[in-house]
Structures are given as structure tokens and as C-alpha cells.
């Protein structure tokens, strides 16, 4: 079975400052990616995918993220975190042909001033 | 604009009721999906349907059920709720980029 691991719980910014969080995923094929963003009382947005071709994706909000196979890896990144990005940031990944997605954790962001 | 609501936001229910969440899409997608979340897990997911008529178990079902009748709706039912299944539960729905989920704003259901 495929699985989702974000390594942080709970990472701490300070405004301005650049931000990657980790994902690694688990699964035999090509993956189907996706990094969702859920603000406190929120659902979650979807802020990026990656199906296939250029494994540099840019999502909304300035968000970025790599996939890269030969780390099992997609790690989402932006340059300069604004105080809006505080939230929990969720990793998933589709699994075969089911469009089932599993997800990480989470990764709670916070952002200092 | 296409939208995917859930109804109640908010339910406090007794243990042994029965609780019924509800989850309207106007995506007009064909998949929807429904997964709790509770601290430490991350999402997980209760059920699935891939259209009318159809649904599919997924990884924690027990206690809950699921029937599609129409393309927009996907009632989650809890048919005798237990403290256990406190969480807040989140509707989604896909379409043509079908792993591509759009998600409800969620409802938060408490077990006494």
C-alpha cells in the first residue's frame, strides 16, 4: 500500500524568510501529486499538482514544488512566506486507478513577525 | 461558480442516534469522497462513489454508510453514533482530472 510521510509536524518562520516542507511518498508507479493547503475552520485547497512532464510545478499563492523520483520526494517551497500562509499544509498522492488520494499528516506552519 | 457545500456546519448529537451529514456539489462531477480528520491522523477516507448508484468502502467505513441518488449529492449516514466517531468530516468531489479533488468547507460533529 502507498504512503504519505511528512516528516515535520511543525515548523516555525519568521516573515520573509524562505520555507520548504518535506514530503515523501511511498509507491511502486508514477505518482499523481498534490500539496493542499487548509486554513484554521477551513477545507483545504489544493495549491499545486503534478501529473507529469516538467517536475518543477508552480502553484497558486507563489508556491512551488519539486518531484523528484529518485528520492521519493515532492517538496513544496516558496521564497518569501507572507503572515497569510500560516496553516496546515497536507501532501498527497493518487493511487493507481482509483483516484483515491492518500495524504500526510500535515505539516502545521507557523509564521512569526 | 461551481461550488461543493456541507450541511450541518456544526452537530452535537447523543451516542446511539443517528446522524445524517449532507454534501451538495455543483461541479457536476461524476467521483465524491468523504474523510474525516482528527488530530495526529491527518485525513482519512470513509467512503467513495464513482456516479450514480455506486460506493465504495474505504479505509475506516465502519459505523457509517453511504447511498448516491442523484450526480450532486453524497449523504454520509452514521447509523448509531458512537464517541469515537467525533471529528470533523470533510465532503470532495472530482471530475475529468479525476484525482484532482476539490473539497467542502467541512462539518464538525460531536458525540456525547
Known amino acids: 500500500a502507498q504512503s504519505v510521510t511528512q516528516p515535520d509536524i511543525h515548523i516555525t518562520v519568521s516573515e520573509g524568510a524562505s520555507l520548504e516542507l518535506r514530503c515523501n511518498y511511498s509507491?511502486?508507479?508514477?505518482?499523481?501529486l498534490f500539496w493542499y493547503v487548509q486554513s484554521p475552520g477551513q477545507g483545504l485547497q489544493l495549491l499545486l499538482k503534478?501529473?507529469?512532464?516538467?517536475?518543477l510545478v508552480q502553484g497558486i499563492k507563489g508556491f512551488e514544488a519539486e518531484f523528484k523520483r529518485s528520492q521519493s520526494s515532492f517538496n513544496l517551497r516558496k521564497p518569501s512566506v507572507h503572515w497569510s500562509d500560516a496553516a496546515e499544509y497536507f501532501c498527497?498522492?493518487?493511487?493507481?486507478?482509483?483516484?483515491?488520494?492518500?495524504f500526510g499528516k500535515g505539516t502545521l506552519l507557523t509564521v512569526n513577525p | 461558480d461551481a461550488e461543493i457545500t456541507q450541511s450541518p456546519r456544526h452537530k452535537i448529537t447523543e451516542t446511539g442516534r443517528q446522524v445524517t451529514l449532507a454534501c451538495h456539489q455543483t461541479?457536476?462531477?461524476?467521483?465524491m469522497f468523504w474523510y474525516r480528520q482528527d488530530l495526529g491522523h491527518g485525513l482519512r477516507l470513509i467512503h467513495y462513489?464513482?456516479?450514480?448508484?455506486?460506493?465504495n468502502k474505504g479505509e475506516v467505513s465502519d459505523g457509517y454508510s453511504v447511498s448516491r441518488s442523484n450526480t450532486e449529492d453524497l449523504p454520509l449516514t452514521l447509523e448509531s453514533a458512537a464517541s469515537s466517531q467525533t471529528s470533523v468530516y470533510f465532503c470532495?468531489?472530482?471530475?475529468?482530472?479525476?484525482?484532482?479533488?476539490?473539497f467542502g468547507p467541512g462539518t464538525r460533529l460531536t458525540v456525547t
Open positions: 503534478y501529473f507529469s512532464g516538467d517536475t
Open positions: 509507491y511502486g508507479a508514477t505518482p499523481y
Open positions: 462513489s464513482y456516479g450514480v448508484h455506486d460506493t
Open positions: 470532495a468531489s472530482s471530475g475529468l482530472y479525476a484525482y484532482e479533488q476539490y
Open positions: 498527497a498522492v493518487g493511487e493507481g486507478s482509483n483516484y483515491k488520494l492518500t
Open positions: 461541479w457536476n462531477h461524476n467521483n
